[in-house]
């Protein structure tokens, strides 16, 4: 099982090495690429170092499964070189998600889609992901109309650059602004660039990504993106009114059995989802679960997840189990 990972250097290639040696994929040959100027460099997986290799050389190799974190531009080039030359794509970037072609998986709601002539499969959105995983069994159950989502995202989200920028905040350091704003002590209400519509690319990832992987046009979802300055993971304020009503007992014990989600809801102990408890962590944790009181059938929930791993490495790395057992590469 020859697996490449495409961005293998930067913040989200070098946690999918960490996802795939934790979870004992069942690599036999890693083969890290990255641009031009990481060529030759080594990253190290299971104990072992691996040379940095350019995509030419990736693609000669043979991997059965590529996994990509390298940025829209350079999926929208090198992932169909890839599927060409019979490789099963898994592509982190925002370049494939919405193609109607192409697959936007979780697998904890619709790996089912997936078959072994999908070449390019997208992994979604960080944001969408955990609240996807969250809403699909509730959507089963009581059937979604309308989800309003705030949310406070970590600056890993954007990178090094900003993981950076905020420490040196802290430490009273000029550098490098990743941001048109300082973050520490600050709340920024832009996720990705302003649309015409007013809504950042981000917001409408959201909506839109949340449709196609649900798999229901009738679900309407409007969103406000902002970023904090934490790290653990992103949480999200999300309110969801339903079609029918809901046993809030029943509804808890629902997501309790939900795969990937992890209820924290014991507000008496002051018990619920926080980054700092999720950082690390492959699950989707959900809790201040309540009744809206200013509308029927409509819920208030929290929901948090570690951003770089099941918001991106961990997702993609499920999507790769899921081909193997399936037999589907």
């Not at 009738?218 to 949480?235: L, Q, Y």
Request: with cysteine; proline share 5%; net charge neutral.
């Amino acid at each position: 099982m020859k697996v490449a990972v495409v961005g293998a250097t930067g913040l989200v290639g070098s946690k999918m090495l960490q996802v795939l040696a934790e979870r004992n994929f069942p690599v036999t040959e890693l083969i890290p690429v990255a641009s031009e100027k990481s060529i030759g460099k080594e990253v190290e997986f299971k104990g072992k170092k691996y040379k940095v290799v350019g995509y030419e050389d990736a693609i000669a190799a043979k991997p059965v499964i590529a996994i990509f974190s390298a940025g829209g531009g350079t999926s929208l080039t090198l992932a169909p070189k890839f599927a060409a030359a019979g490789i099963t794509v898994i592509d982190n970037s925002s370049a494939w998600r919405m193609d109607p072609t192409k697959k936007l998986v979780v697998p904890e709601v619709n790996a089912g889609v997936l078959t072994a002539t999908d070449k390019i499969i997208a992994n979604p959105n960080c944001s969408t992901i955990q609240m996807v995983v969250v809403l699909k069994p509730l959507h089963d159950k009581y059937k979604i109309k309308r989800v309003v989502v705030s949310t406070y995202q970590s600056v890993t989200g954007t990178g090094v650059k900003a993981v950076e920028q905020l420490m040196n905040e802290r430490k009273g350091v000029e550098g490098e602004m990743a941001y048109k704003y300082p973050i520490d002590l600050n709340a920024i209400p832009q996720i990705d660039v302003f649309l015409e519509n007013g809504y950042t690319k981000e917001e409408m990832k959201m909506t839109h990504e949340t449709v196609k992987i649900i798999g229901d046009a009738n679900i309407k979802v409007t969103a406000t993106t902002v970023r904090i300055p934490v790290m653990g993971g992103h949480s999200e304020s999300v309110n969801i009114e339903f079609e029918n009503d809901f046993d809030l007992a029943e509804l808890r014990e629902l997501l309790s059995k939900a795969p990937g989600v992890v209820v924290q809801d014991d507000i008496a102990n002051f018990v619920y989802p926080m980054p700092l408890t999720a950082h690390e962590k492959d699950e989707t944790f959900v809790g201040r679960i309540r009744r809206d009181e200013t509308q029927p059938n409509t819920l208030n929930c929290w929901i948090v997840s570690d951003n770089l791993r099941k918001g991106a490495a961990t997702n993609a790395v499920q999507i790769a189990e899921y081909l193997l057992e399936k037999e589907l590469v």
